[in-house]
DNA sequence: GCGACAG
DNA sequence: ATCTTGTCGC
């Protein structure tokens, strides 16, 4: 974490300085294992999970949880210098290398194209996507009420992500680019992640494994 | 100026 | 994120 940012003013000079280094476009063959990211605080303290998943099977391969404390506030736009840290430190502790990264938040769909999802990305140069549970920027109109229905996020005229309906009925998912990857290819994967619930698999898994992490450890 | 604002 | 039980519905 070097010269990591402690100013809101600091933290917006490196995702204007980063920004540039996103792929927007598909890198590498079809993942094999996919990771889901969440933390989970008690105050000051946190533990943030990755969780390994086979995209197959959907089963989970492998796991990291770390527990810390947090170091920066959370401000609206400012989102991925509160969880990076943790979140790193927790894939550097992962015997699997995950190839595509499912981040619980977004990606391009950012006030200024950088959310969590292309900074984890861009950082460890993994394939990143972002999958969110509500919209920070842009608006969309109704996608269809039958899974796999989608409607593009528009911020002004520009498409940062779509809504997507992974289950007949149910609130859609907000999803964008993150790094790597391009925006019908996310969308494929979180409707493949979601074969049964809202959230895809690797969000749920990583839920509980950082709720966990908080209590036991 | 006022409200909204990922997790 | 977190505070928080039961309850309505498929």
Redesign the pocket.
């Known amino acids: 974490m070097p010269s990591w940012p402690t100013t809101a003013v600091e933290a917006i000079a490196v995702q204007e300085k980063l920004r540039g280094l996103v792929e927007v476009v598909d890198v590498g063959p079809a993942p094999r294992y996919v990771a889901g990211l ?5 105050g000051d303290r946190l533990a943030a999970a990755v969780v390994v998943l086979d995209r197959g099977t959907l089963r989970e391969v492998d796991r990291a949880v770390v527990r810390g404390e947090t170091t920066f506030p ?10 990076v840290p943790a979140l790193l430190a927790a894939l550097e502790r992962l015997t699997t290398r995950p190839e595509l990264l499912v ?5 391009l ?3 200024r194209r ?6 984890l990305g861009v950082l460890t140069g993994i394939s990143a996507i ?1 999958a ?6 842009g608006t969309h109109a109704h996608p269809a009420p039958e899974r796999g229905a989608t409607a593009d996020l528009l911020d002004g005229d520009e498409v940062v992500g779509a809504a997507v309906r992974t289950q007949d009925a149910v609130k859609p998912v ?1 999803v964008s680019v993150g790094h790597r990857v391009s925006l019908p290819t996310a969308v494929e994967h979180v409707l493949h992640l979601a074969p049964r619930y809202r959230l895809p698999e690797t969000t749920r898994v990583a ?1 509980r494994a ?2 966990e992490g ?1 209590q036991g450890g």
């Open positions: 969440d933390v989970a605080y008690d959370y401000v609206p736009g400012l989102f991925a210098f509160r969880e981040c619980d938040g977004q990606g769909a950012h006030p950088f959310g969590l999802a292309c900074h972002g969110a549970k509500t919209t920070f920027v907000y839920d950082c709720r908080l």
